[in-house]
Nanobody, 115 residues
Framework: QVQLVESGGGLVQPGGSLRLSCAAS????????MGWYRQAPGKQRELVAAITSSGSTNYADSVKGRWTISRDNAKNTVYLQMNSLKPEDTAVYYCNRWGGSAWAWGQGTQVTVSS
């Protein structure tokens, strides 16, 4: 069974930065395209960034140019470097595979952007 553990969230002021991590276990992590998703209160979960097994990346327009997704296959970990954070980035952030059936969702990590 795949387990996903997200970490790195917190409270940050607008314009600040955070780096999220997601450690995966129970799967051959390196072969999957991985994504970072977020869910704000009252909204549907949305994909914000994805990275293929070979390192190609894609971003939602709302975060393009501000955030960077990366992965370390040796550590079964995917990262999300978030710069220039905005209040509208406040949400719970999750990682999961992108494409195909999602694995069981982890607990997520809360990101709150507020002054």
């Amino acid at each position: 069974q795949v387990q996903l553990v997200e970490s790195g969230g917190g409270l940050v002021q607008p314009g600040g930065s955070l780096r999220l991590s997601c450690a995966a276990s129970g799967t051959l992590f390196s072969i999957y395209t991985m994504g970072w998703y977020r869910q704000a209160p009252g909204k549907q979960r949305e994909l914000v960034a994805a990275i293929t097994s070979s390192g190609s990346t894609n971003y939602a327009d709302s975060v393009k140019g501000r955030w960077t997704i990366s992965r370390d296959n040796a550590k079964n970990t995917v990262y999300l470097q978030m710069n220039s954070l905005k209040p509208e980035d406040t949400a719970v952030y999750y990682c999961n595979r992108w494409g195909g059936s999602a694995w069981a969702w982890g607990q997520g990590t809360q990101v709150t952007v507020s002054s």
